[in-house]
């Protein structure tokens, strides 16, 4: 009759992840303020030890009993939760985070830290000042003498219970002395290998209860006489009373009765719990699934609303009525299905406050973390991609921006640095911004730097902006030492290119001696595109609203030749490239006239390089889902996706940077004019 | 007739799971759709064939050979289309409402070939078909996977799935690869 515990194993690992990471920031508020939900923190423990035991993951179990304890006594006030005592709890959540890991992925777990940290989880149960006994638990606080007896079924092996280990778990409750009674062992002839004939008998001295050296042999209760009798209290504690319990081979009454008094008390003081929302687990490609069967659904709905609009409206009333309440329905069904992509971003700024609290420790600097707009939602691929770059920059942040306290005071500012994560909405994107109060980018240091390196050239005016893109370069690190924390010069590469393949952007804003900061952009999810519709030849593009500053009508003399093959088009006094969208495309034209005053151009802008985007015209601003053309054919240089457009028709959705390279590469627009605003490196280090 | 064809198919899936060809139980006819490209019959392996759909307009693909005439929306898929005159540079031809698109899945991927018009289908036994003989340079026949006479005409089998292949369509990954070089 028994239960196939593991598929369930999957459900209480992922739990107990979370529950980690609410002990865990329970944990490190109570280092920050001093005081925090005791409450929540003990009970994201007990749930883990609890599922823990059920589910068979015994190392999981025992070690989270001991953070329980100390937890427990903590919130007792029998043991005062000091910023060391908080300190090795932290190291108890990193133990168990591997032992959980090690779990996920049916490996063993590796020791490292873990039994030093045990011990020094006991250790603070032994040497903690009590501060008041509690008058709630019989016997808590004050040393005590147990005499203990273990009296093992034979047959307790075959359980898969190793009574060494479980001997081993009541060592470390205090000092104890251990005897073993061997007369039962019979001779060789008669000896069982698989049965066990020892029992034991052990003294112990402890400041535990008698429960928590029950706990320990929770899981052989049934296969052993256990008897757990106090002699003497060492410690002078008030409550502590000699207390007797016995239990033998039926001691399930016997052992609930303390239980649930311990539960109620628990309860008691544990004020209503907030409302908790019901949530469901759903795999993700189901929700994906559902997305793109709305995304057709939008289209087709679009299409359907082209071809009624045809129909003449005075015969039809009830139809264009109805089509127009189906756009609202659709937008509203789309908007809904989208929001269960959405999570609020504190899933990706959770990580921080530890990673921020552990790498200042380790550099010797002060640092405190605020964040702002943790609720801001987006969508949940964005999250979980974006969460890379942002620790590289915070870590960055950490390690080159903010300086040692004595260098900060020495500026006048305080020895305690803020490093600040922000999120928030700006028209249909989500900004992040990664802010700190350091030194600031150092201009010259990054020009000397980029000179060497090859990517600028002596003698050129550079703008602040240009410099401090250079920072994105692969290999460029200004850091004087390399550290493992940071300094290698990879990263902010990856950073770019991780934040611009989610459709994003990264802009610096630093100044010196006041700070940096990092603004990302990233589109509000991954589906849909905000763009706008033109058309170049016979075919319809898709260019990101995101890229355009704005929209122009060349005048004559506006555009001019520069050498062969190549425009320029004057902008109020700055000349910027003149890109051809048809010459990019090769795309077989229509008929129509190929002079600059006959069509538009788009000022657009990618990686903070600008061009004239010459298109035949502008239609109009529109949302489209994005399509994936790599299913049925392969990337294409300077298109990002596909769309499908009203009239059923496929559109492509224009990816700047790669029209941008690819211009670059054919030198369709390759002046050789040197002008102020206009970047004209060479080729191959094109900042792109 | 099309009841017992399904039928039929279906068994030639079956056994083209089970054991790589459709063609080694005995007196078992393979099918293949046939269709006609200038005044040549070419056919394929029916159960490659997800449908064929009349010719409509194209999106152009930026920068793609010229036989890639462009992308088509399928019920929300973006699927490619190639000309087949074009892919054996033949000689090109207006489209008439004849012009049909094979839509053809080949390696987990949707592809439409364009051709002039589509013939019939006919059961080829092993035993029909001839090794196509080597061309030397002349014609690359790595996606020619044997020719069979049917009555008067000779129909050219295509390997669709070779014919992809050393088509740039599918070389995915080297082209990905190969952007990612130039982009850093």
Redesign the interface.
């Known amino acids: 009759m028994s239960i196939d515990m593991s598929q369930f194993h999957q459900t209480y690992l992922e739990e107990a992840v979370e529950n980690l990471a609410e002990l865990e920031n329970g944990l490190l508020a109570l280092e920050r303020d001093g005081n925090a939900d005791l409450n929540a923190i003990f009970r994201a423990a007990h749930s883990i030890k609890g599922g823990a035991a059920t589910f068979g993951f015994q190392d999981i179990a025992d070690f989270t009993h001991g953070v329980e304890t100390v937890l427990d006594k903590g919130r007792d006030l029998t043991l005062d939760l000091s910023a060391e005592v908080t300190a090795v709890l932290l190291r108890a959540v990193d133990v168990l985070g591997e032992l959980i890991t090690a779990a996920r992925e049916n490996r063993k777990a590796t020791a490292n830290d873990r039994l030093a940290c045990q011990q020094a989880l006991t250790d603070i149960c032994g040497d903690g000042t009590p501060k008041a006994a509690s008058a709630r638990k019989e016997g808590t606080g004050g040393h005590k003498m147990m005499n203990i007896t273990f009296k093992p079924h034979p047959d307790l092996p075959k359980t898969g219970s190793d009574p060494l280990n479980i001997l081993r778990e009541l060592g470390r409750l205090g000092e104890m002395t251990l005897t073993a009674f061997p007369e039962s062992v019979p001779t060789l002839e008669e000896l069982e290998v698989e049965n066990l004939f020892l029992w034991w008998e052990a003294t112990l001295e402890t400041e535990h209860t008698v429960d928590d050296v029950h706990d320990v042999f929770l899981f052989v209760t049934d296969e052993a006489e256990i008897t757990v009798q106090v002699v003497a209290a060492i410690d002078a504690a008030p409550q502590a009373q000699p207390v007797e319990q016995t239990l033998v081979a039926e001691p399930m009454t016997d052992r609930r009765a303390p239980e649930n008094e311990r539960r109620a008390g628990n309860d008691r003081r544990q004020p209503e719990k907030a409302p908790e929302t019901a949530f469901i687990r759903v795999a993700t490609d189901k929700v994906d699934n559902l997305i793109?069967l709305v995304?057709?659904l939008v289209?087709t709905h679009a299409m359907v609303s082209q071809h009624s609009s045809r129909v003449d409206a005075d015969g039809h009333p009830m139809l264009h009525s109805s089509v127009q309440e189906m756009a609202h329905h659709t937008r509203t069904l789309q908007e809904a299905i989208m929001a269960i992509r959405m999570m609020p971003i504190s899933f990706a700024f959770s990580r921080f406050p530890r990673m921020v609290r552990d790498t200042a420790t380790k550099l010797g600097k002060q640092v405190s973390l605020v964040t702002h707009g943790d609720q801001t939602e987006l969508d949940k691929t964005v999250i979980e991609r974006i969460a890379d770059p942002l620790t590289h920059l915070v870590r960055n942040a950490i390690d080159h921006g903010i300086e040692i306290p004595e260098e900060r005071k020495a500026h006048g500012k305080p020895a305690e640095a803020t490093v600040e994560l922000a999120a928030y909405y700006r028209g249909g994107n989500v900004m992040i911004e990664v802010r700190d109060d350091g030194r600031g980018l150092d201009r010259d240091k990054l020009m000397k730097k980029a000179t060497e390196k090859g990517l600028a050239q002596e003698g050129e005016t550079y703008t602040d902006e240009q410099v401090y893109q250079f920072i994105f370069h692969?290999g460029f690190s200004t850091a004087a030492q390399v550290t493992d924390v940071s300094g290698r010069g990879v990263g902010m590469d990856i950073v770019r290119k991780n934040i611009q393949s989610l459709g994003g952007n990264i802009s610096i804003e630093t100044e010196k001696h006041k700070g940096t900061r990092f603004i990302i952009s990233l589109p509000l999810t991954l589906a849909i595109v905000d763009g706008m519709a033109i058309r170049s030849g016979?075919?319809v593009y898709i260019v990101p609203i995101l890229n355009i500053m704005e929209s122009i009508k060349p005048t004559k003399g506006q555009v001019k030749t520069v050498g062969h093959n190549a425009e320029v088009m004057d902008i109020r006094g700055s000349y910027i490239p003149f890109v051809r969208l048809s010459e990019?495309?090769?795309?077989?034209m229509g008929d129509g006239s190929t002079r600059p005053e006959d069509g538009i151009a788009m000022i657009v802008e990618s990686d903070h390089e600008r061009i004239a985007l010459f298109v035949d015209e502008l239609l109009g601003e529109r949302q489209v889902v994005i399509?994936?053309?790599?299913?049925?054919?392969?990337?294409?240089?300077?298109?990002s996706g596909?769309t499908?457009l009203g009239d059923?028709?496929?559109?492509?959705i224009i990816d700047l940077a790669g029209i941008i390279?690819?211009a670059n590469?054919e030198g369709l627009h390759h002046a050789p004019v040197k002008p102020n605003k206009s970047k004209m490196t060479e080729e191959g280090h094109h900042v792109? | 007739m099309s009841s017992k064809n399904a039928v039929v198919a279906l068994e030639g899936q079956k056994n083209a799971q089970a054991g790589g060809h459709a063609l080694t139980e005995p007196g078992m006819d393979d099918q293949y759709l046939t269709f006609t490209l200038a005044d040549e019959l070419y056919g394929v392996d029916i159960l490659k064939v997800q449908e064929i759909r009349g010719w409509s307009g194209v999106t152009q693909i930026p920068n793609c050979p010229p036989y890639i005439r462009g992308v088509v929306n399928l019920r929300g898929a973006i699927v490619p289309i190639l000309d087949m005159r074009r892919r054996f540079a033949m000689e090109e031809t207006p489209f008439t409402p004849y012009t049909v698109v094979i839509v053809v899945n080949v390696q987990g991927r949707t592809v439409g070939l364009v051709v002039d018009a589509v013939s019939d289908v006919v059961n080829l036994k092993e035993d029909d078909l001839r090794p196509p003989p080597d061309f030397g340079t002349a014609i690359d026949n790595t996606y020619l996977r044997a020719l069979a006479q049917i009555g008067e005409d000779m129909v050219i089998l295509l390997n669709v799935d070779d014919m992809l292949r050393s088509s740039e369509l599918l070389a995915v990954d080297k082209i990905r690869q190969t952007g990612s070089e130039t982009h850093a």
């Open positions: 793109n995304g057709e289209t692969p016979d075919e990019v495309f090769k795309t077989e399509k994936s053309i790599e299913a049925n054919y392969r990337a294409i240089e300077g298109v596909a499908i059923g028709r496929v559109s492509f390279k690819r590469r792109v």
